[in-house]
């Protein structure tokens, strides 16, 4: 069946760094995709959005390009903070249909 | 505003007993959604109610599973004959009226059954 996935389990990075994170998706029919943020104990945080149409979108510290020739998905942080350390997972979607997920991606910030 | 909530944030069981989980949405929220989240795994899409539409039950993983929205607000999933493999963090959403597929979520029943 159609599924996401994310090229890395886990990233560790400094404080101020900045930090990708990839994505990869399978279905060529969807036409919406989404980076939550999870943090232990707490369920997905909306992070920022993007609809096919679209390459690039920003938003206050995060950045998420689109590749949809090689269906890549990508998170950006700028100056990534100990309080971005959670785990992120990307979702693509049509209108009217559940979401599909990822396994996550486990970001780790060391002062 | 208010977010999603559900309840009970915990619910420890023995095998074989019934479970109930409830999920309020943002109030205003058309659709809701019921997702299943296993140990360190992506979130596993159960059921899916857009207003009065009669509901995606795809990613219901078995007849013992099943949901139902009540006056198109709160949604109540059972789970009969809790099995140990259904230990899970069971996660709901709601999402506006059609125009935004952006699903806002709560903060999750952490089921442990014994």
């Known amino acids: 069946g159609e599924s996401v996935g994310l090229h890395l389990p886990t990233l560790s990075v400094q404080e101020g760094d900045n930090s990708i994170i990839n994505c990869a998706y399978s279905n060529s029919a969807s036409d919406y995709f989404i980076w939550y943020k999870q943090e232990s104990g707490k369920g997905p945080q909306f992070i920022i959005d993007i609809r096919s149409n679209m390459d690039k979108r920003q938003g206050q510290r ?10 890549h998905l990508s998170l950006q942080i700028a100056a990534t903070q100990p ?10 979607g049509q209108a009217g249909t559940a979401l599909i997920f990822g396994k996550g991606t486990t970001l780790s910030v060391s002062s | 505003g ?9 619910k420890v069981t023995e095998k074989g007993k ?6 309020d949405p943002i109030s205003g929220h058309t659709a809701l959604y019921w997702y299943r989240q296993s ?10 109610f857009q207003g009065n539409s009669a509901p995606d039950k795809s990613g219901l993983p078995s007849d013992r599973f099943s949901a139902e929205r009540t006056g198109g607000s709160v949604s109540t999933l059972t789970i009969q004959r809790t099995q140990q493999e259904d230990s899970a963090v069971y996660l709901c959403a709601s999402s506006p009226p059609t125009g935004t597929e952006t699903q806002y979520f709560g903060p999750g029943t952490r089921l442990l059954v014994l």
Do not use: H, M, W
Not at chain 2, 2 to 10: D, K, R
Not at chain 2, 18 to 23: G, H, P, T
Not at chain 2, 39 to 48: P, S, T
């Open chain 2, 39 to 48: 140990l360190g795994q992506g979130l596993e899409f159960l059921i899916y």
């Open chain 2, 2 to 10: 208010a977010g999603v909530s559900q309840s009970p944030s915990n």
């Open chain 1, 62 to 71: 995060v950045t998420v390009l689109l590749n949809k020739t090689v269906k």
């Open chain 2, 18 to 23: 019934d479970v109930e989980l409830r999920c």
């Open chain 1, 83 to 92: 309080g971005d350390s959670a785990v992120y997972f990307c979702a693509e």
